[in-house]
């Protein structure tokens, strides 16, 4: 994996502009912040999104990829106030969790989610190499 940054533009923070891969994709659905066996276990944004980063981890794990792989991620927010409060506690989850910012990452807000308790929904792609 490579990320990519035109010459002359400033480093992102917290994501990669861009990332060349080669190798087998295997893309995940949207992840929110049930466990397994779709159970909320708290309302909490932050402590959501670390849910559903476990979740995705986990979905990896069944193609026999894990974090290391994930070349893309696209966060779906019902408040953009929200993600921008809990960053931090996000932060230090996705270090935990997934441990690379060099993953193209686009975070979007929209109005609703399909479950209703659902504060995020994240969908990531992976690519194990050749």
């Not at 994501?15 to 466990?35: K, T």
């Not at 849910?51 to 894990?66: M, S, T, Y």
Request: glycine share 8%; with cysteine; proline share 4%.
């Amino acid at each position: 994996m490579q990320t990519l940054l035109p010459a002359g533009w400033k480093r992102p923070r917290g994501y990669a502009n861009g990332v060349v891969a080669r190798g087998r994709q295997i893309h995940v659905s949207g992840m929110i912040g049930w466990d397994g066996q779709e159970q909320f276990h708290s309302d909490d944004f932050a402590a959501q999104a670390a849910q559903a980063l476990r979740n995705i981890v986990e979905v990896l794990a069944c193609a026999d990829a894990g974090p290391r792989h994930i070349v893309r991620m696209t966060w779906y927010v019902l408040d953009k106030r929200e993600y921008l409060a809990a960053l931090p506690a996000i932060g230090q989850a996705f270090r935990e969790l997934i441990g690379n910012y060099d993953i193209a990452m686009t975070a979007v807000q929209v109005a609703a989610l399909i479950e209703d308790r659902a504060r995020v929904e994240i969908e990531a792609t992976a690519v194990l190499p050749d």
